[in-house]
């Protein structure tokens, strides 16, 4: 047996500014409202049934963390597919377009592909570009993405699936990182906000 030491940023790093975190509620517009209730009777059904396993358990709690991400439906597969409205992509856009004429740039995560491709189809809409990574880019896709969102113009926003984009990415031209679903794994959600609170910047201050 063995053991692994590992020496924190903080350790290797003085300079570097701590993390800052803000949380924010927001309300549901109404439709989003409605189906994320009638998903929860119907898991609530379930668990009283008493014929729910754990993995049962799980994705229905999966199911109600989309529906309290956006209004959806659920396909013939049984998955999510999200749409408008959405509470997290109103909020999303106000606080892009507070920056419209600035140059910040940002990391947006969620643990859902669909919802991901998603905000990029309507942020596009919106007239903001922006580069999508998920379980599926390439590798060669991955490097290209990061060379255009580290250097100065091009997107200013990273769209990355959390379990996905954790790795072998830096990302520190970003000056916020938006988490919008927390996993049930901790150290996949630090690992994306590390992408962007890299040793390599130093000079890392929180614009707000």
């Known amino acids: ?77 049984g998955g999510m597919k999200p749409s408008l409205p959405s509470n997290k992509f109103d909020w999303v856009l106000e606080w892009l377009d507070e920056r419209r004429e600035g140059d910040n740039k940002v990391i947006i995560a969620s643990q859902f592909t669909r919802l991901i491709n998603m905000f990029r189809d309507q942020l596009k809409k919106e007239g903001w570009d922006a580069h999508v990574l998920t379980g599926e880019t390439p590798a060669q896709e991955r490097a290209r993405m990061q060379k255009e969102f580290q250097a100065e113009g091009g ?41 962007a609170h890299r040793v390599s910047r130093v000079d890392h201050a929180h614009p707000n």
């Open 155 to 195: 997107p200013r926003i990273f769209l990355l699936n959390t379990n996905a984009g954790g790795v072998s990415l830096t990302l520190d031209a970003a000056d916020d990182v938006i988490i919008l679903d927390q996993t049930w794994n901790p150290d996949d959600q630090t690992q994306v906000e590390d992408r």
């Open 1 to 77: 047996g063995g053991l692994m030491i590992r020496r924190t940023k903080g350790e290797v790093v003085k300079e570097l500014p701590p993390k800052q975190y803000v949380y924010v509620d927001l309300e549901m517009p109404p439709k989003q409202k409605k189906a994320y209730i009638s998903m929860k009777q119907e898991a609530t059904a379930s668990l009283e049934g008493g014929d729910v396993s754990a993995v049962g358990i799980l994705a229905e709690m999966t199911r109600l963390k989309q529906f309290a991400g956006a209004y959806g439906v659920v396909d013939d597969t």
